[in-house]
């Protein structure tokens, strides 16, 4: 298999299997969890089943960055601003994908814990759920340099390339809105939906393409 194939392959599917996942998945399973208490609460309800979809999400979130980082490093060059533009893009969702690992992994330290020590759980999702504003931040600012670059060397669809750029724009802006909780709240599933359609698009087109 070839680094374009499972870029490709991997673009498509991951974003699809972890919406499928987290989305549906974790909502069977953990249900709704505004605080760290009860998301600890809905892990340790159901332990071999959140096991499984902690095991899932932390494998597929962080297959997709790292996919985006060997898209963006098979065009690293420091001599053309397509390279330069690719080599930082990399570097950032290389980055993202060992915080993701991290932030994931943390779950089964709360799995593995007993039911005596929820207040030491609940701190750790506390601050395992703090890393994801950052993790969003430079995933927007990741799609705009990748996707710029992806535009400069005209090699994959304009569309494709375009979706990125868009994508991280609307992730980017939604930082903005701190004060604003329910239009953050609101907003926030339209990029996060939007980055979800550009990494399957992305995908499919890096498939297509010649290199």
């Known amino acids: 298999m070839t680094s374009k194939t499972f870029t490709g392959w991997t673009l498509i599917a991951a974003p699809i299997m972890f919406f ?14 505004p605080t760290a208490a009860d998301e600890v609460t809905g892990l340790l309800e159901k332990p ?23 898209l963006a490093w098979s065009r690293a ?13 990399s570097i950032v969702f290389i980055a ?3 915080i993701v690992m991290v932030a994931s992994g943390s779950s089964f330290s709360v ?11 609940e701190w750790i999702v506390a601050v395992t759920n703090g890393f994801y504003p950052a993790i969003f931040w430079f995933w927007g600012l990741g799609n705009i340099i990748l996707g710029t670059a992806l535009l400069i060397e005209k090699k994959i669809n304009t569309i494709a390339s375009g979706l990125l750029i868009l994508s991280g724009a609307l992730m980017t802006i939604v930082h903005f809105l701190f004060g604003f909780d329910e239009l953050q709240e609101i907003f926030f599933m339209v990029p996060f939906g939007a980055v979800q359609i550009a990494t399957v698009v992305l995908g499919i087109f890096t498939l297509r393409s010649d290199s």
């Open 20 to 33: 499928l996942v987290f989305f549906i998945g974790w909502s069977l399973v953990i249900g709704d969890a």
């Open 48 to 70: 071999f089943l959140s096991g499984i979809i902690v095991m899932m999400a932390s494998i597929l979130l962080p297959a997709t960055f790292v996919s985006y980082s060997l």
């Open 77 to 89: 060059d420091g001599s053309t601003t397509v390279g330069t533009l690719s080599s930082i893009a």
């Open 96 to 98: 993202i994908a060992a």
């Open 111 to 121: 799995l593995g814990g007993s039911s005596e020590n929820t207040k030491e759980a």
